[in-house]
């Protein structure tokens, strides 16, 4: 069993919809971070997250520290989010999870 | 400049060869991690480096090996490469020992290992 789980692995989504990305970890973590790869490889930092909750723009992120686990949530989704989302627990290291792949349709 | 800058984008190299990547830290930014992700999986961590001094270390055999400068920038090494070592590898810094601080990734670096 992997320490950083992402659940849905893929995911479709039409245009405007509300979308949710979770992630479960089973070690212990300073900080969570929830990170978008676009098809080019590199990476971006969309929020790091230590307890309760952040907002950037149409983004959410969630985390509950008893039940180890985070959400990524996209409100008003649009095609140019489709990208993979990665969680990652970091503790002196990074443990990412496997990602899942949003594809957004017009 | 601002940002992670890793060279080169795209690499090809044969089985048995040996290869150095490098990585540009953020400005103001004393620690830089390493990471392999392979196709379609999460990344990995390799190793990570802090004022020049490896801090940690993931999994990987001794002939993936580093350095950290005292600009901060960094290599990462890899002797007698094997075909398994085709990979995008990742380089992000941040600004302190690695707990509870914002991480800066590069773009990457894709190599090919024929």
């Known amino acids: 069993k992997n320490e950083v789980e992402q659940s849905p692995q893929n995911l479709t989504a039409q245009e405007g919809e509300f979308i949710t990305i979770n992630c479960s970890y089973s070690?212990?973590?300073?900080?969570l971070h929830w990170l978008q790869q676009h098809p080019g490889g590199g990476i971006v930092s969309l929020f790091m997250l230590s307890s309760g909750k952040k907002k950037h723009g149409r983004l959410i992120a969630t985390i509950n520290i008893q039940e180890k686990h985070s959400s990524l949530h996209i409100t008003a989704s649009h095609p140019r989010d489709s990208a993979v989302y990665i969680c990652a627990g970091n503790n002196n290291d990074m443990r990412f999870g496997a990602g899942t792949r949003l594809t957004v349709k017009p | 400049e601002t940002g992670v800058t890793q060279s080169p984008t795209h690499l090809i190299k044969t089985r048995g060869q040996q290869v150095t990547l490098r990585c540009s830290s953020q400005?103001?930014?004393?620690?830089v991690s390493w990471y392999q992700q392979a196709l379609g999986q999460g990344p990995q961590f390799i190793f990570q480096y802090y004022r020049e001094e490896e801090n940690g270390r993931g999994n990987f055999p001794p002939r993936f090996s580093g350095l950290q400068f005292p600009n901060y920038s960094s290599e990462l090494n890899v002797n007698a490469l094997e075909l398994d070592d085709s990979a995008l590898y990742l380089c992000a810094s941040s600004p302190g020992g690695g707990l509870n601080y914002g991480y800066t990734f590069g773009s990457g670096t894709r190599l090919t290992v024929v």
């Open positions: 070690v212990g973590i300073s900080a």
């Open positions: 400005s103001g930014h004393n620690t």
